[in-house]
């Protein structure tokens, strides 16, 4: 039989990136791509109060401006998070500004933030909701994130951030805010304990009915410093991180002919890097914070290895981009057999161990 998915996308990779991404942005929102069958019972978790029917979630970046949500849950994702949008629409940086690294199956991106800003993102996001006597209702059965960032021209993080967080609250089941992209200058530095305190201080004096609210680190931060952020991250109302967001080192191992453009490395080369974020911080977080893993997931062993680690959930791009839908299925029937391997009967034994370690 003809696998169709895979062939769009074979030929979406025939085509530059950037043309290629909003050709399937544009296709997913239309629901030209399908809709997955329901999930094995045993892949339904529980996390931040919320339901999902699978672990497996699509990171932010894809689809930047909430256009294809729906089109993306139907793909078989157990969470969508849209974004990462910011105050005010800007282009982002010069193209080219998205690279293939087919041979080491990555990407690196330098896009900078480019967001159509926040009142367009909200009609986008309206579509999704109908009216209620106390605000809006979700009208779909996944989980949806919302990531915030700040412009890369007169930005006041401490103003803006818990401003957007005000437009899109009574849309998002959960809210991430944006500390570590490569491509803003400046962002990295707000990862400080000192500024995400000051932060998310300034989000929970003007927003304490929000949703949860994670914040996504950087990999490229040294180990001895995430001690100070995480415990910040506690002790000032955060209730989840999200590890990680893309690298600015370069492995030696690369071999594809952009490996030495700017930007942020996504994919592949970040599996070892992610992993070991992953399981430091969970040694210091002590279960004290949802955490979820993001970097470098290709396989369903490598979901349970990340939810074994400390994970309640984890997040794809890149295997996402390359494979296209039907990554979502192998991943999935690789999760089941590997848990049928260890013998582990559904998701929630999982996370009763990690809590109890």
Same mark, same amino acid.
């Given at each position: 039989m003809i696998d169709t998915g895979k062939i769009a996308?074979?030929?979406?990779?025939?085509?530059?990136?950037?043309?290629?991404?909003e050709i399937a942005i544009r296709s997913i929102g239309a629901g030209l791509a399908g809709k997955t069958t329901p999930d094995d019972p045993s892949l339904k978790t529980h996390v931040l109060g919320l339901s999902f029917p699978n672990p497996i979630g699509l990171a932010a970046g894809f689809d930047k401006n909430a256009r294809a949500i729906r089109g993306l849950a139907h793909l078989g994702f157990g969470y969508v998070e849209a974004g990462t949008v910011t105050p005010r629409p800007q282009p982002g940086n010069p193209r080219p500004r998205l690279f293939r690294l087919l041979n080491d199956g990555a990407i690196i991106n330098r896009m900078g933030f480019n967001s159509c800003g926040i009142d367009q993102f909200c009609q986008n996001l309206a579509h999704l909701y109908r009216p209620s006597h106390n605000g809006t209702i979700h009208t779909g059965s996944h989980p949806i994130g919302i990531n915030l960032g700040?412009?890369?021209?007169?930005?006041?993080?401490?103003?803006?951030?818990?401003?957007?967080?005000?437009?899109?609250?009574?849309?998002?089941?959960?809210?991430?805010?944006? @500390?570590?992209?490569?491509?803003?200058?400046? /962002?990295?530095?707000?990862?400080?304990?000192?500024?995400? &305190?000051q932060i998310l201080d300034a989000i929970q004096q003007k927003h304490s009915d929000r949703p949860p609210l994670l914040v996504k680190l950087s990999p490229d931060i040294d180990d001895e410093s995430y001690e100070p952020i995480v415990e910040a991250a506690i002790n000032h109302g955060a209730n989840g991180l999200i590890l990680t967001n893309t690298t600015l080192a370069r492995p030696q191992t690369l071999s594809s002919p952009h490996r030495h453009e700017a930007g942020g490395l996504s994919g592949r080369p970040l599996t070892e890097r992610s992993r070991h974020v992953l399981q430091h911080v969970s040694q210091i977080s002590k279960g004290r914070l949802t955490l979820i893993s993001s970097g470098g997931i290709e396989s369903g062993y490598d979901i349970l290895q990340r939810l074994q680690m400390g994970a309640s959930l984890v997040q794809v791009y890149t295997s996402f981009i390359y494979e296209g839908?039907?990554? @979502?299925?192998?991943?999935?029937?690789?999760? /089941?057999?590997?848990?049928?391997?260890?013998?582990?009967? &559904?998701?929630?034994?999982?996370s009763a161990v990690s809590s109890a370690s």
């Open positions: 996308s074979w030929m979406l990779r025939q085509l530059d990136p950037e043309l290629a991404h700040i412009n890369k021209i007169n930005a006041h993080p401490l103003e803006d951030y818990p401003a957007l967080i005000g437009r899109v609250k009574s849309y998002a089941d959960y809210i991430t805010i944006n @500390l570590s992209s490569p491509n803003t200058p400046g /962002l990295r530095d707000l990862q400080s304990a000192d500024m995400l &305190s839908p039907t990554v @979502l299925t192998r991943l999935k029937h690789e999760l /089941l057999d590997a848990m049928s391997r260890e013998n582990v009967k &559904s998701l929630s034994e999982i």
